[in-house]
């Protein structure tokens, strides 16, 4: 069965510096990794997604991520964070029957 | 592009009686729907798989006579909690995904509170 970790339930990191949110996955097969974003008391919304070809995927709002086999992750980055990033970000692997195995969730608080 | 609805956003129901969520795809066709429950500051948990016309496929642990599912069209499934009970209080979000093995697209959530 897929699995997805999400090691860090916060990251906090001042405005205008770069973030990384961290997941690492374990699925048999070649992977289909998602990112989405939670605001409070809202659905979630799609950021980007890998399924194949070039190792770095770039998403909504300027994100992007980096699919890494080797190392099985797939971090989320933004070279520079706005406060309104400042949401709950879901990384999510799909599985058999078209099945979204999420994360745990980070919280990520971006600062002044 | 694919966006998808829920209604209500919110409910508050008394405990015992039941309460319908419809999950509309505006604007694309959804063969498989999904519903999903979420507890707070807790990841998501899929309840149960809905293919149009055919019976929904309950995840383990889900109770299929509490949670009805029904997907009349390619555009709508609903999520119909019956009897509920204060325990039952959750945030049930819906997805729809245009293709098989595609991105889901999700709604905003449904708020429910059984007094």
């Known amino acids: 069965a897929q699995s997805v970790a999400q090691p860090e339930d916060q990251v906090n990191v001042a405005e205008g510096n770069p973030l990384t949110v961290k997941c690492t996955y374990s699925?048999?097969?070649?992977?289909?990794l998602f990112w989405y974003v939670q605001y409070p008391n809202r659905g979630l919304q799609f950021l980007l997604k890998?399924?194949?070809?070039?190792?770095l995927v770039k998403g909504s709002y300027g994100f992007e991520a980096e699919f890494n086999k080797s190392q099985t992750s797939f971090h989320l980055k933004k070279p520079s964070a706005l406060v309104s990033d400042s949401a709950l970000y879901f990384c999510a692997v799909l599985g058999g029957g078209n099945k979204l195995t999420f994360g745990t969730g980070t919280q990520l608080k971006v600062e002044l | 592009g694919a966006v998808v609805s829920q209604h209500p956003s919110w409910v508050i129901c008394k405990s015992g009686t039941s309460v319908k969520i419809e999950c509309r795809s505006l604007d694309f066709q959804a063969t498989t729907m999904f519903w999903y429950r979420q507890f707070p500051k807790q990841s998501l948990m899929l309840m149960a798989t809905?293919?149009?016309?055919?019976?929904?496929?309950?995840e383990q642990g889900v109770e299929k006579d509490k949670f009805l599912i029904n997907h009349a069209s390619l555009t709508l499934s609903t999520l119909t909690v019956t009897s509920a009970h204060p325990e039952d209080s959750s945030f049930y979000i819906c997805?729809?995904?245009?293709?098989?093995?595609?991105?889901?697209?999700f709604g905003p959530g449904t708020r429910l509170t059984v007094l």
């Open positions: 890998y399924i194949t070809g070039d190792n």
């Open positions: 997805s729809a995904s245009p293709l098989v093995a595609d991105t889901q697209y």
């Open positions: 699925v048999s097969g070649n992977p289909y």
């Open positions: 809905s293919n149009e016309g055919s019976k929904a496929t309950y």
